[in-house]
């Protein structure tokens, strides 16, 4: 009997574990049903507009890109990927292509994740509505970055799950613009006038976009465009109390992480927060246009402008010391720039550095300032008026120099600053920059080389208005870029990756 | 012949006396011709007929025959011999050992065969090859001694660092390649203790594989510990005590020739950027990182086992206590290990039976290849310890650490990250495995095993305020990472044997369930309280990084399997072999849960036929041919399906939940198969004084786990590694195993083992015919595409720049070009795309780090009492990507002499290394791709065995003495520290399991020099 109890003890362990085999994941998401209420929905949007922090976007590799390609920036440092974007030889194969593509595309995927899975969330129109308009916003801002670097583009309006968009041909410039608009417009009705940070979108960004994208598409000449960037811009101004958006009185506030979400001037910024999150998550911007070898930045003096861009900015205009780093603290003296490289160190420079990123990173900045908190603007109001009066200068508008010069206005003011060695100082007002009578377009656009210096703007400017052929020759700040080629630098290549994946994308 | 086996023996065979037929009646004693003790179940039989028995305790025998009648004595272990009656009536025999046959039990999956049985490829290790000199790890001990199989540190002589088997090449892409471990039955075990390993068994071929169905693509190493045997009480201890030193330093410039070079470098560079030079002032320092950082280190090895049992119960029971000393300053390894394995005869039928062993190690690290978490290899000592500024000392004039603020990337001092760094590692091993087995008929058995086993590592990381670079800015920075795996597993066989004619036919048939869970967190934060709370101070830091979803995570795994053998051998001639396995893993998609793994295998023992029966020469000759399928599922759990993950986003200095898609779903996601074709021939000459194997085989592994980098970025999916059944990867090779006993004397022996493996890795098929490109390189060099994966080609080739010498001014050479602002004494590389630019098309493949063979060569003497053994170890063919250089010729950190004397200066031309600070920026070019050849003495030891007659009186049966050295010579071209390289990147593409990302050298961990004092009592 002693022998069937242990075969049927046997048994029993043998018959232990029969399964189905099917996976129960406890601890992941499910995109199926995921979206059930607006919260789920705003999981979606923050998640799509966080992607624009990381170091493969505006953290570095596309803002860096797009200050090595305009004539402000020049390359200290000589990594490959970034000498092809300073001396526009930009090949399929630059990681600062591939990885802004890369991400930007994460960045509307989960835009398209959000707007699709509003469908499945039961809620009346006006309370859902404010909430997806958040993600058309977003798809409408990456795709509108992508537009200006590559031109056609595949265009995606709900997530991708059939394997045969992988041979899908680029959507045309024209078409993806008309989206952006639809998107923006759809933004603009939806979207509240004002919003808790301006790192969410409201409908005030929507129109000051709209006004920019109006602008690029009158490109140097449409007529159409222009005027409907002059009066999407005028919209944002004339409303701008509703909107709760001004200019700040100090220039200097526009670069300080401390004060920057308090002030009325951002119109839609990006959410850098006090972490260093995985994937790079994070800004690497500020330590790239930092000195090298002092005492305070520890920067690694990449990006960093040339003798000639800096003298062509008024060393009264207080713009310029806002925009510049011209001391340091080396060994404990502080010397002017021109001393820079007695640090000893073989990558400084004797030469101004970039100060926007590097002087009020916040307080969670870490080691050489990466991982500022610093919610860096993407657009301001200072640039909506510079659209309305270079728009303006182009239709005629009267008012167009009145915008123009309440910017300048501003600069005039002076305020709290630093000097070398990073000791607060309160700069007097000026009479530097004095009003202007009446302008030209180049005086816009030379307007907004100094008000916007550094913030990733002049690129697209030289690109919209064709100035490469100008800024580029020898009479250029960086003096001429024997390589730079009209016929075909303007466009970004594609990624040689993605054509070798669909080499229907051609552009 | 001692009493031990004797015991063993008597319990093994009780006599069984038949009936003796009419005639004669022959009785006599059997003994061993080694010792002349009796052997007790010696088969004496009568050829030609029924007629047998075997002896008793006392060796006696008693039988019945016929004059003329030859008698056959044999027993497993010595050598057979047959006798014809005449007419005496006490015949006493004396056997021989048969060395050859000693090793002839070879445990294969659900059993065990005779080995001149076998029809599939397998390599055994012997228990004194896994204890000839101290390993951590007892897979370490197969480097060199068994056919096929490749192993590597993964970091140099790091203690407790991983190990990596290869089985025949890399089947896999993604896919581990680690070949399955079993313990003792139990599968996807931990590997023992050296000391408590009976043998090591390497399955290699599909027919010996296949049983283990979709994860025994990768070989198989079936591990057996030692058990107990019943009879006296055994108690032995082995020690040893090595002291350990760095084979090798690099030949770096002093203080003074350091400054001149970096005003040489600062000279040249200013000649490509325009700007003026500022000059480099000698510091108040003169300091060689490297012998900061170094140290003597040591290692100690403690085991102590107790062995014994009655005929009821048998038991074994070991103790091991291993501890190191790093030869870098404050990296050391301790572990204690137990092992426990208990045998007990229930009844006649049922035996039962139970494996338990623990064990539990900690580690206390320096970080080497730095993992990328502190930026421009900030954490990484031993490459700190090439770059660093030998101006400095460690302390700068505040009394803080220095840092590297002169020249290149801001870093903290090798020696301050070394010591001030906490990275801990604690390891819990735990196994128990319980079975029983029932003889249900004569032939018949059934078999049944449950197991358990499970792992729990914790590990720590901490870096202190006074890391001035990395940590003091953020007030330190703490890290805790726990991981929990749990497996449970249940399998249960049925074993028939029967004798049809003169066949013998065994069955085999199973049904095998594991469950594995695997379960962790890491939690990461900076603001901690105190320095001195260490990594605990984790609870009290102000700012907790948040991952992407990865940081605490939830696996589990099922695998449910049905498998079956036949083996029918005929005439002690012919071999067939057939074994099936059909598999479910709950890991591959809806559409593919199930798989069937089928193989089947012939042998013919040549030498058994008539025509060779009798030759002198030829004592063994086999031939095997085998075909089959194995599989490779070990991708991870949830892979198939579509996710959503969660990522890191902040909104108004609020956290906030945030999610991206982060892969689509993939319903046919399924199992990789390998379609093996083995052939081989084992041959014994003069009475097997010659072994020797040979092995040819082809494994074409298809539906190859691949990221399909045929998914455009554009799709938007945070995961764009989708893993989808797409490669195809093949391996050939050849494998030569020989054995000779060149002089078997009473009081000197020698033998010679010799290992040769030839694998050649290429990938036949990949994603619609794109290349496939990894990063090798740490990720502040700022490159990437460092391997390649190209149809046609061998899996991992170097891809980079052509290196065409150096430019000296004036035209280019036709062909060449050199990066931008090239001039005189910049390097000049072959101008890929006619473009007359080098840009990153320029890249081409430039070099090859897969070895065309691999070999072991054993030397044993014996003369009397002392015995010798010479250990070589060699590599012949593959290539090394020296980024140590790449980063010391980049002009921002230290450099060698080497590349200091030699460099192009205007008044030396005549030479291929660029001029200091030239125009590149740590270019990937085949400047730095060295041949990795080598030939190593890895171990010389030299052991005395004491005379029973003196150790008697301590009350020892064996007390042996022996001196041994490590890694003394190594033979090689390769200019850097160590050519068994294994730098596994920060760049995110490589791992320790990589298979496509080899051959570079990067701040390893030295592989050390070691001297050794070992003991071995037996009481």
Redesign the interface.
Known sequence: M??YK??L??MG??L????D????????????G?FQTT??L???I??????AINEEIWGRKLSIALMLRSDMVNL??????R??MN?H?I?G???MV?DP??RI??????A??VIQGANGVNEEESVLNPIVAQAYFARAFYYFHLVRLFGD??Y?DE???D?S??SVSCTPEAEVYANIISDLEFAEEWLPNTV??R??PSKAAAKSYLALVYLTMAGTSDATYFQMAYDKAKEVITNKGTYDIDLDPDFQTLFNANLI?ASKEPIFAL?Y???????N?YDQTAPMTGIR?DDDD?G?SVAVPTMAVYDSFDPDDYRTRVSFQTEATIGGTTVDYTNF??????????QPYIAKYTRYPGP?????K?ATSHNYSMIRYAEVLLIAAEAGVEIGAADAVDFLNEVRERARNGGNSTNGGYVEETVPASSVPADLTSITVDDVLEERRIELAFEGKRWYDIKRRQLGDVVFSASGYEGDKPDWNASEDYDTPI?Q??I???PN?TN | MNLKIKLTLLTLFSSVMLFAQSGITIKGTVVSATDNVPIPGVNVIVQNSTNGTTTDFDGNYQISVKKGDVIQFSYIGFVTKSITIGDQSTLNVSLSEDLAELEEIVVVGYGARKKSDLTGSVSAVKADELTAFPVLDAEQALQGRAAGVNVQSNNGGEPGAPISVRIRGNTSINASSAPLIVVDGFVGASMPQPGDIQSIQVLKDASATAIYGSQGANGVVMVTTKKGRSGKINIEVNSNYSIQSTANKLDLLNADDFTDYQNAVRQNVALTNGNTPTPYVRGDFDTDWQDLIYRTGNTQNHQLSVSGGSEKMKFYLSGTYFQQDGVLINSDYERVSVLANLDAQVTDKLQLGANLTTNVSQKAGVTTQSNGSVTVGGDDVVSLAMRFDPNKGIYDANGNFSTNDLIGDPVDNPWAVATQRDDDTEIENFRANFFANYDILEGLTFKTTFGLSSRNTFRGIYMPRTLIVTASGVNGRAIIDEDKTNSVLTESYLTYNKEIGKGILTLLGGYSFQKTTNKGSYSEGTGTIRDSFSYYGLYTATNLINGEGGDIYFNEREIQSFFGRVNFDYDDKYLFTATVRRDGSSSFAANEKYATFPSAALGWKVSNEDFLKDNNVISNLKLRGSYGVTGTQSIPAYQSLAILSSLYASSNGETVAAVTPFQNANPNLKWESSYQTNVGLDLGLLNNAISLSLDYYNIDTKDVLMVDNSIPDYFGLLNSNIITNAGEINNKGFEISLNTRNISKEDFSWTTDFVFSKNKNTATKLINGDDYFRNGAPSYFSVNNTSLLREGEEVGLFWGFDYAGVYQGGDLPAGTATLPNGVAGDPLFYDIDESGDITNDDRTIIGNPNPDFTWGLTNTFTYKNIDLNIFFQGSEGGQIFNMTNVQLNNGDANTTYDYYNSAWTATNTNTNQPRVGNNSSREMSSRFVEDGSYVRLKNLAIGYTFDTSIIEKLGMERLRLSVSGQNLLTFTDYSGLDPEVNYFGSAGDNNTSSNTVKGFDFGNYPTVRSFTFSLSAKF
Request: hydrophobic fraction near 30%; proline fraction near 5%; aromatic fraction near 8%.
């Open positions: 002693n022998t242990y075969i003890l046997f362990i043998a232990m574990g029969c399964s085999l099917e996976e129960s994941p406890i601890a992941l998401l499910d995109p199926d995921y919260e789920d705003q999981a979606g923050d998640g799509s507009l966080t992607h200290q440092s000589s990594q490959t990927r000498v092809e001396t030889t090949t194969d630059n990681e591939y593509w890369k595309y994460l960045g509307i995927s989960a398209n994740t583009v595949p995606f997530p991708i799950s394997i968009a992988k808790s940070t790192a969410k979400d959410d927060n006090n972490v260093e999150a995985p994937n998550a070898g520890q690694w490289t007695i640090s000893g160190h073989g990558d400084a420079a004797n969670y900045a870490r080691g050489n990466r990624p990756d993605e070798d994946r669909n994308l």
